[in-house]
């Protein structure tokens, strides 16, 4: 047979209880005896000092004499210190409250737990669902929009130096309904905030505030501005989309297959880490002076 060794101090603990609940019922006993002797003794006496010696012999209690009525009532008391000690104090004593708080304890416990884990399970299952929201919403894509020469030429003199109706066709159709961020140079070279479009327009200048147009001071605070777009454009110029590349997800750039004098320049980026998804060649005609090509580039990380 196997049994369960105790701890050293709860060992202590528990037989230092029982040795002090025995003392205790030693005591009240003791007491019970001590009345009863007391009880007897009393009665003795006093049946003797009115039987006997005749002191109040003719004196009634309750139709009793009243000897007999004070030892019946005795008797009553001492029965009900009887019951004191051999029931309520053996079963609804102290050693019985703490059993009983102990039991309601541990159902409190076992309650507390079990809400415990159905809040704990309530709660993955939330964190689970907004992981998946995250998840399946769809993320922002950040997009160059650019035309640049053979020589990445994009500008002169604060103007554009082609004109390529298909281009700007396809630059109408893409960001129609987006937000267009731009240096405060290429929005000065238009004539015009584009329509159909938040024209957002970066500058260090603190008093600029031009019609049709959101003021900025840098690129983050514009896209801060256009973060619910889920394809903001950067349409330019040169100085803007040198600080765009980093966080930029696609590039539509529109090669122009020839080269060009300028001023401003697209700049040059690292082909391992943009990959191209799109390629789509247009050659000159009647109302396009050079050959183009549509490619769209990927950010692979
Ligand atoms: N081929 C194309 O696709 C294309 C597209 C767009 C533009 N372009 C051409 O590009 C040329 C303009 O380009 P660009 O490089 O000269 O100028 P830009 O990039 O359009 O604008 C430069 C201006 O933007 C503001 N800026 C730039 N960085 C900033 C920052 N970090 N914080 C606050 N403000 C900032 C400054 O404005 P403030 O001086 O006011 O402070 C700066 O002078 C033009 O020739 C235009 O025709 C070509």
New binding site residues.
């Given amino acids: 047979m196997f049994f369960k060794k105790k701890p050293i101090s709860q060992i202590d603990d528990d037989q230092i209880a029982l040795v002090e609940n025995a003392q205790r019922r030693i005591r009240q006993k003791k007491g019970l005896y001590n009345h009863f002797v007391f009880w007897i003794f009393t009665s003795v006496v006093l049946w003797f000092v009115n039987m006997v010696v005749g002191v109040g012999e003719a004196v009634l209690i309750l139709d009793y004499p009243w000897f007999v009525s004070i030892i019946i009532l005795w008797s009553l008391l001492l029965l009900y210190h009887a019951f004191q000690v051999f029931v309520t104090k053996r079963f609804m004593g102290k050693e019985w409250e703490k059993e009983q708080l102990k039991r309601l304890t541990a159902l409190q416990q076992i309650k507390i737990e079990k809400i415990k884990r159905s809040l704990d399970k309530e709660a993955q299952l939330i964190a689970d669902s907004q992981f998946q929201s995250e998840q399946s919403k769809p993320k922002q894509c950040i997009t160059i929009?650019?035309?640049?020469a053979a020589n990445n030429a994009?500008?002169?003199?604060?103007?554009?130096i082609w004109h390529l109706s298909n281009d700007l066709k396809r630059f109408k159709q893409l960001t129609k309904g987006h937000h267009v961020i731009?240096?405060?140079?290429?929005?000065q070279?238009m004539p015009k905030a584009l329509p159909g479009r938040v024209n957002v327009v970066?500058?260090?200048?603190e008093d600029?505030q031009p019609e049709g147009a959101v003021t900025v001071?840098?690129?983050n605070e514009a896209l801060e501005i256009a973060k619910d777009d889920l394809q903001p454009f950067i349409?330019?110029?040169?100085?803007?989309?040198k600080?765009a590349l980093d966080v930029a997800h696609r590039i539509e750039l529109?090669r122009v297959h020839a080269e060009f004098e300028a001023?401003?320049f697209?700049p040059s980026f690292d082909l391992s880490v943009w990959k191209e998804t799109f390629k789509e060649d247009h050659f000159k005609d009647d109302s396009h002076d050079y050959d183009f090509t549509f490619v769209q580039y990927e950010k692979t990380n």
């Fill in positions: 929009i650019a035309a640049a994009l500008g002169k003199d604060n103007n554009l731009m240096g405060r140079k290429t929005f070279s970066i500058t260090r200048q600029y001071h840098s690129l349409i330019g110029g040169g100085e803007i989309y600080q529109t001023d401003t697209f």
